[in-house]
Structure formats: C-alpha cells, structure tokens
C-alpha cells in the first residue's frame, strides 16, 4: 500500500505562486518511484501536469513549462510543485500520483487551488 498526502494548495491572485508538497509512506521504494501531479478543473478531464523519475529528469505539461517546477526529496519522500505566475485556467484540484513496479496506481486526495483576483 503507498499513502500520498498533498497540502498546500489555497486561494492566489492572477501571476502569484504557490508550492504544493505530497508527502509519500506505505510500501514501496520513494526514491525508485515515478513521481507526478495530475490537475482536474471542472468539467474536464485530469490531466498530467508534470512529473519526476528516479533520477531527476521532468517533464511538464505544454500549458504550464516555464512556470512549474517539480521536484522530489528522497530524504523526506517528498516531491514538491513550485507554481509560478499562476494563470485562472490552473484553477483545479491538484494530485500527486505514483504508479509501483507492480503497475499499481495511487493517489492522493487532492489539494484544491484556486487563482482569482
């Protein structure tokens, strides 16, 4: 079983910031882990925002490269959305997500953000 917790989300104005953090427990090796956030907004479908692998390398939604970074420490089992110059559309409920050797899928149970003037 993998337990994710994510926090941080609230409410920012058009062009703030804002870091989520998904803290991760249960059985299964972090630091081995592909880790990535997803994003739903009303009405549409959850999307892949970005995501880390074991060594680093990222790679990021069209909608949001050069605004987001993610990153992960091992230390903590923790994995980290650094969102800037936050646009209206970003408006969603954010989820950290990993996906097990074993091909199981788990989530956390989200963090809503809201960017409104």
């Known amino acids: 079983q993998v337990h994710l917790v994510e926090s941080g989300g609230g409410l920012v104005q058009p062009g703030g910031s804002l870091t989520l953090s998904c803290v991760a427990s249960g059985t299964f090796f972090f630091s081995n882990a592909y880790m990535s956030w997803y994003r739903q907004a009303p009405g549409k479908e959850r999307e892949l925002v970005a995501g880390i692998t074991r060594d680093r390398i990222t790679n990021y939604a069209e909608s949001v490269k050069g605004r987001f970074t993610i990153s992960r420490d091992n230390a903590e089992n923790t994995v980290l959305l650094q969102m800037n110059s936050l646009k209206s559309d970003d408006t969603a409920v954010y989820y950290c997500?990993?996906?097990?050797?074993?091909?199981?899928?788990?989530w956390g149970q989200g963090t809503q953000v809201t960017v409104d003037s």
């Open positions: 997500n990993t996906i097990t050797a074993a091909g199981w899928w788990y």
